[in-house]
């Protein structure tokens, strides 16, 4: 009898297994992979063979995706003028994937935010016009363009003064300003500048912009006030674009909204039709768009989404976005990796929602959990690199590039709109890290090995806390603005109330952060920027392992916050004028740990080695180099001293020094480091 039983068990077990196992295989076979091609696609095809794509994005939009499912786009095809809007979710085990398939080109699918411009006449002496309305082009800019490319080349939207007109970076300078809403220059052309947007430095770490409401002779009225540092814009600088009159140098282009036409300056003669591309605006609202959508605006989070292997480019506002709002719960487990996002006059990657209705009770801001944003190049964008609300997320191996430069800067400028300068001041950053009204957001990242270069604002901005920033590479960050950092931290409140703490700075290389003054009142006029900004209660931020050069201001800067800095190399930072030192601490409320293990090597007669406005804002140092071949007091404590003289004062230090040992000190931190 048992062994009976034991053979039915048998049996049993075996059916189980098989049934299981046809589950998995149906549920694998019932995955669809749907082709898309521009070229030779067709709507009426399956889409569900290389040899009968679909061909349109909006055709992509309106499939009803199940998890496992997979849109490939055909590599070396291009979509214009169209969003993916992606609406359906997947699993943890079977996301929906966006990607790319090969037909024999290894150029990455591109989704462009442009189209061909054609219609080309001459308007005046070098100036040609193309209307937008009428014939071959109505239609196809429903609001008009913010952005005019040459093939790959991004035009710059005419501008006065022009970039290379003077050593201030091409901003002219306020001479009264009799209103807050009224600025006079003696050097600005007597010509109406009616409609025209003036982008004034209102301070370091701003740039406003102004719509012209009338002009007088050398008088512009402002259709809101200016809202200048110290309630002045008197002696500030301020460029205007966005208008007729500013057309005087090749390539440059303005849009008229009023009447629908694109005005362009060219000594070359007329432009061939389709030669130049405009970006299309797509909306006639404020709300977050981006060439990729991760959701429907007012309606649920997606979820278990992969976007890979595209090219997006050219877009009005956004490269990748999630909309504005999501209803009851934030994004999570979306993977964007390996694509490129080049050209947007928004943000590169933007992952900023509000959640209402909260399933969790925690409305706000707020970018998601599980988010992975892997190896992408952003390349380009106006106004921000990579916003994110994100927590418990991954953002690595990515290369941000050339973000917020003065020279790309259309309409929007940095994306400071008509409010207060409150909501400016973070414009221009590479990746922003950044805390929502919930508290649940900004925190348990890990932002490791990326590559930012040439970086309006600051290059990593930090707002939440138990994030680590490791192994980056940050080069000339502080690009456009002052009074920032290659990694900057901002609390609130108090140490025992901020929200950012428990921050690991460890093994990043930072080097010639500009902190650009460009168009500062004479007072703001030095240069201005550090390479770690740890501000405004800031607190238990652990600095370890990183090379820091060249920053014009302070190597690194506690201010009011608190921490250790170990085993960091500093080398010929305050390389600006000001005083300034390799490492300094500012504020009452600061207090670091420890100090050990670093090299703090000065190059500049006003390059302090350490500073501090009292002694007891540290606690401990030891086992750190000391160096400045051009001065002895190189260390301040409330007042300027040698080494040796710290040494008494402080009683720390014992086993510090001031030049032995540099070499191999230097040496073998690179080492530690590489």
Same mark, same amino acid.
């Given at each position: 009898m048992p062994s009976r039983i034991a053979g039915k068990q048998q049996v049993y077990r075996t059916y189980i297994v098989l049934l299981f196992c046809m589950l998995c295989w149906g549920s694998a076979g019932s995955a669809a992979t749907y082709y898309v091609s521009s070229a030779v696609g067709n709507d009426d095809n399956s889409g569900t063979a290389p040899d009968t794509p679909l061909q349109t994005i909006h055709a992509v939009n309106t499939l009803t995706l199940a998890p496992g499912d997979t849109v490939r786009f055909r590599n070396g095809d291009v979509w214009q003028e169209e969003m993916l809007k992606i609406t359906h979710?997947?699993?943890?085990?079977?996301? @929906?994937?966006? #990607?790319?398939?090969?037909?024999?080109?290894?150029?990455?699918?591109?989704?462009?935010?442009?189209?061909?411009?054609?219609?080309? &006449? +001459?308007?005046a002496a070098n100036i040609y016009m193309? +209307?937008?309305?009428?014939?071959?082009?109505?239609?196809?800019?429903?609001?008009? @363009?913010?952005?005019?490319?040459?093939?790959?080349?991004?035009?710059?939207?005419?501008?006065?003064?022009? @970039?290379?007109a003077n050593d201030d970076g091409g901003y002219s300078t306020i001479d009264a300003a009799a209103a807050t809403n009224q600025l006079t220059d003696n050097e600005l052309p007597p010509v109406d500048w009616t409609g025209g947007i003036t982008h004034i430095k209102g301070m370091r770490w701003y740039i406003l912009n102004r719509e012209i409401a009338s002009s007088s002779g050398t008088t512009l009225h402002l259709t809101n006030a200016a809202e200048c540092w110290n309630s002045s814009c008197s002696g500030w600088g301020y460029f205007i674009n966005?208008?007729?009159?500013? =057309?005087?140098?090749?390539? +440059?282009?303005? /849009?008229?909204?009023?009447?629908?036409?694109? /005005?362009?300056?060219?000594?070359?003669?007329?432009?061939?039709?389709?030669? =130049?591309?405009?970006?299309?605006?797509?909306?006639?609202?404020?709300?977050?768009?981006g060439l990729v959508l991760l959701g429907q605006d007012l309606a649920d989070h997606v979820h278990d989404v992969v976007i890979e292997n595209l090219q997006l480019k050219n877009g009005y506002r956004h490269g990748i976005a999630t909309p504005t709002n999501y209803r009851n719960y934030e994004p999570s487990n979306i993977t964007i990796q390996n694509n490129?996002?080049?050209?947007?006059?928004?943000?590169?990657? $933007?992952?900023?929602?509000?959640? /209402? !209705?909260?399933?969790?009770?925690?409305? #706000?801001?707020?970018? #998601?959990?599980?988010?992975?944003?892997?190896?992408?190049?952003?390349? #380009?964008?106006?106004?921000?690199?990579?916003n994110l609300y994100a927590k418990n997320s991954t953002i690595s191996h990515n290369t941000i590039q050339n973000i917020g430069l003065v020279a790309n800067l259309n309409a929007s400028g940095l994306g400071c709109g008509e409010g207060s300068r409150g909501s400016c001041t973070e414009s221009g950053d590479g990746v922003r890290i950044k805390t929502g009204n919930s508290d649940d957001s900004g925190y348990g990242n890990v932002f490791s090995n990326n590559v930012l270069h040439k970086i309006a604002y600051n290059g990593v901005d930090v707002f939440g806390h138990s994030n680590t920033l490791s192994a980056n590479i940050i080069t000339q960050a502080c690009y456009t603005k002052g009074d920032c950092g290659g990694v900057r931290t901002y609390g609130s409140g108090s140490l025992s109330t901020t929200p950012v703490y428990d921050l690991i700075l460890e093994h990043n290389f930072i080097t010639d952060t500009i902190g650009n003054t460009d168009g500062a009142l004479t007072t703001y006029d030095p240069l201005f920027g550090m390479g770690l900004y740890i501000d405004h209660y800031s607190r238990d931020v652990i600095a370890t392992n990183?090379?820091? @050069?060249?920053?014009?201001?302070?190597?690194?800067?506690?201010?009011?916050?608190?921490?250790?800095?170990?085993?960091?190399?500093?080398?010929?930072?305050?390389?600006?004028?000001?005083?300034?030192?390799?490492?300094?601490?500012?504020? !009452?409320?600061?207090?670091?740990?420890?100090? +050990?293990? $670093?090299?703090?090597?000065?190059?500049?007669? $006003?390059?302090? &080695?350490m500073g501090m406005s009292s002694q007891s804002q540290l606690a401990a140092s030891e086992n750190n180099v000391f160096f400045n071949p051009y001065q002895a007091n190189h260390i301040y404590a409330g007042s300027v001293m040698t080494f040796a003289g710290w040494q008494n004062m402080s009683g720390m230090d014992a086993q510090s020094s001031t030049n032995c040992g540099l070499a191999s000190a230097v040496t073998n931190h690179l080492v530690r480091w590489s």
């Open positions: 979710s997947g699993t943890s085990d079977s996301p @929906i994937t966006y #990607g790319s398939y090969s037909q024999g080109s290894s150029v990455a699918p591109c989704i462009s935010g442009s189209r061909p411009i054609v219609g080309w &006449t +001459e308007y193309a +209307e937008l309305s009428t014939g071959v082009n109505a239609g196809n800019f429903p609001y008009g @363009i913010n952005q005019l490319f040459n093939g790959d080349r991004r035009l710059p939207m005419g501008r006065w003064p022009n @970039i290379e966005n208008h007729l009159n500013t =057309l005087d140098t090749e390539g +440059e282009w303005f /849009y008229d909204g009023s009447t629908s036409r694109v /005005y362009l300056y060219s000594s070359l003669g007329t432009p061939a039709n389709g030669a =130049l591309e405009g970006s299309v605006v797509m909306t006639d609202d404020d709300r977050s768009w490129t996002i080049k050209d947007v006059d928004g943000i590169g990657i $933007n992952l900023a929602a509000w959640v /209402y !209705s909260a399933l969790d009770g925690a409305d #706000g801001w707020r970018g #998601g959990h599980n988010m992975h944003v892997l190896s992408n190049l952003i390349d #380009g964008a106006n106004h921000m690199g990579l990183n090379t820091i @050069i060249n920053a014009t201001f302070h190597g690194i800067l506690y201010q009011n916050s608190t921490g250790s800095i170990r085993e960091n190399t500093l080398y010929n930072n305050a390389s600006g004028t000001m005083y300034a030192g390799q490492v300094y601490f500012s504020g !009452s409320d600061t207090l670091i740990s420890d100090l +050990e293990g $670093n090299v703090l090597y000065g190059l500049q007669e $006003n390059a302090w &080695t």
